[in-house]
């Protein structure tokens, strides 16, 4: 069973179109993220919802707009899309929002920005 | 800057060698986590450390947390093709579950 699944795994698309990245876990969790991870590596976050509300928002173009219709799910909107935007988007869960605990994360999506 | 700097960022050595890999940072963090991240997929939870000068083993990964709670490092004794990966260290700062990664290591054990 997979805990916390993206869709889809790639998306390739030109400049200045608008995508969306969908998240789900099924472990019950209150606390969602989206993180950002560059072509170092580098993992970053963007969003944390814990319970539909947002609660973290870290330095994110308002391009950038996440949605959570309900605590299961948190999907990725992203507007105008420029080439700095390619990168490996992952979504995460926590049992809730106190500090340490572990997260899961999901399987990635690639994006590429033509 | 990062608020975790991880060194050394590559690592390539022969099935058998042991290793160190080093998480620093001048911030003081509540606790750390040590995550694993293959090709193609996320980051895993190796292990969380808490207290400062804790070490904790996972078979042959040994974790330790700095006295200071700024800084870790993980042993991995005996390494095998298996362990090849990212490695990413991972601290949380007072309440909240904000985790703030290290750049990480990659790890490349040849067999």
């Known amino acids: 069973d997979t805990a916390v699944s993206q869709t889809p795994k790639y998306l390739v698309t030109q400049m200045g179109n608008d995508k969306s990245i969908k998240c789900e876990q099924n472990l019950g969790h209150d606390?969602?993220?989206?993180?950002?991870?560059?072509?170092?590596?580098?993992l970053k976050i963007m969003f944390s919802y814990n319970n539909?509300?947002?609660?973290i928002n870290e330095t994110v173009p308002n391009r950038f707009s996440p949605k959570s219709p309900d605590k299961a799910h948190l999907n990725l909107h992203i507007n105008s899309l420029e080439l700095g935007d390619s990168a490996v988007y992952f979504c995460a869960s926590s049992q809730d929002s106190g500090g340490g605990n572990e997260q899961f994360f999901g399987p990635g999506t690639r994006l590429t920005v033509l | 800057?990062?608020?975790?700097?991880?060194?050394?960022?590559?690592?390539?050595?022969?099935e058998g060698e042991n290793l160190t890999v080093y998480c620093n940072s001048s911030?003081?963090?509540?606790?750390?986590?040590?995550?694993?991240?293959?090709?193609?997929?996320?980051?895993?939870?190796?292990?969380?450390?808490?207290?400062g000068g804790e070490v904790?083993?996972?078979?042959?990964?040994?974790?330790q947390f700095g006295d200071a709670r700024?800084?870790?490092?993980?042993?991995?004794?005996?390494?095998?093709?298996?362990?090849?990966?990212l490695y990413l260290c991972a601290g949380v700062k007072n309440a909240g579950n904000m985790?703030?990664?290290?750049?990480?290591?990659?790890?490349?054990?040849?067999?």
């Open chain 2, 70 to 85: 700024k800084d870790s490092s993980l042993h991995i004794t005996a390494a095998q093709p298996g362990d090849t990966g």
């Open chain 2, 27 to 51: 911030s003081v963090f509540s606790s750390l986590q040590w995550y694993r991240q293959e090709p193609g997929e996320g980051p895993v939870l190796l292990v969380t450390v808490v207290t």
């Open chain 2, 1 to 14: 800057t990062q608020l975790l700097e991880q060194s050394p960022q590559f690592l390539s050595i022969q």
């Open chain 1, 52 to 55: 539909k509300e947002l609660i």
């Open chain 2, 99 to 111: 985790l703030t990664f290290g750049g990480g290591t990659r790890l490349m054990v040849k067999p």
């Open chain 1, 31 to 42: 606390t969602m993220y989206w993180y950002k991870q560059d072509s170092k590596k580098f």
């Open chain 2, 56 to 63: 904790k083993k996972l078979k042959r990964l040994t974790f």
